[in-house]
Nanobody, 127 residues
Framework: QVQLVESGGRLVQAGGSLRLSCAASGLTFTRYVLGWFRQAPGKEREFVTSIKWSGGTRNYADSVKGRFTISRDNAKNTVYLQMDTLKPEDTAVYYC????????????????????WGQGTQVTVSS
């Protein structure tokens, strides 16, 4: 059974940095995509970034480009989200999600493409 466990969320001041981790286990396939989404209070869950495990293709939401970086550690089956120059509007619960990579074009910014989700980790950016 696939499990995704996020960690690293906490309170941080605006302008600061934070690194989130997502450890994946129970994987029985080799081609998949790991993504980060976030949900602020009263708002819909939104795409942040994604990375293909095979090949490393990355994708970012416009709101985080140049500030956030997604990376992976193959040996640890772990994906990281480095968040720099944080803003109060980055405050949200951050979720890690996994999608099985298909052999045709898929828009991995869409929530519906992901089959597995973590429990989320709270990030709060104070002004």
């Amino acid at each position: 059974q696939v499990q995704l466990v996020e960690s690293g969320g906490r309170l941080v001041q605006a302008g600061g940095s934070l690194r989130l981790s997502c450890a994946a286990s129970g994987l029985t396939f080799t081609r998949y995509v790991l993504g980060w989404f976030r949900q602020a209070p009263g708002k819909e869950r939104e795409f942040v970034t994604s990375i293909k495990w095979s090949g490393g293709t990355r994708n970012y939401a416009d709101s985080v480009k140049g500030r956030f970086t997604i990376s992976r550690d193959n040996a640890k089956n772990t994906v990281y989200l480095q968040m720099d120059t944080l803003k109060p509007e980055d405050t949200a619960v951050y979720y890690c999600a996994l999608a099985i990579d298909r052999p045709y074009y898929i828009d991995y910014s869409l929530i519906r493409e992901y089959q597995y989700w973590g429990q989320g980790t709270q990030v709060t950016v104070s002004s």
